[in-house]
């Protein structure tokens, strides 16, 4: 693919996800945010894709899409209220301030990516991006981390079950 290609499918994909992860932070409902969610996922598999690392973009699709929203949308069912909690109130002090330090974060990251000016690509082996490399690299070098993980998302879980349990 011509490097022009390449850009404009960049593109393609980079709009939508932005557009999508904005819907993530605006969205009063949180059922409407994890479908935003959803869909800056399917964008960012899509530019994994453009990356050459075609297993990441399956498992984005695969467990981040399909296992971990549903188990998102299930904590959400848990714990959903009524409609009327999400209806549009003052601005506080802190969506204000949320507001600027993002504005601050963009402002740093626009200086750090124009200060590296244009960057060669690289070639990758045939290796990058197989189930052996990265099976290698997760049980090995990122086990702990991997576990700590999982750990953490049963500890979301079991925490939502309890707190939903005392509604009741």
Known sequence: MSDTAEMVVFWIFAVPLIAGAAGVIVARNPVNAAISLVVSFFFLAGIYILLTAHLLAFL?????????????????????????????????????????????????????????????????????????AVGRLLYTQYLLPFEATSLLLLVAIVGAVVVAKQRI
Do not use: C, H, N, W
């Open 60 to 132: 984005q699709v695969l467990v981040y899409a399909g296992a971990i929203m549903v188990l998102f949308l299930f904590v959400i069912m848990l714990l959903t209220t009524k409609d009327e909690e999400y209806a549009r109130g003052r601005v506080k002090l802190m969506q204000v301030g949320g507001a600027f330090g993002a504005l601050g974060v963009l402002a740093v990251v626009v200086k750090a990516v124009s200060d590296l000016g244009p960057m060669p690509m690289r070639l990758v082996g045939p290796e990058f991006g197989t189930v052996k």
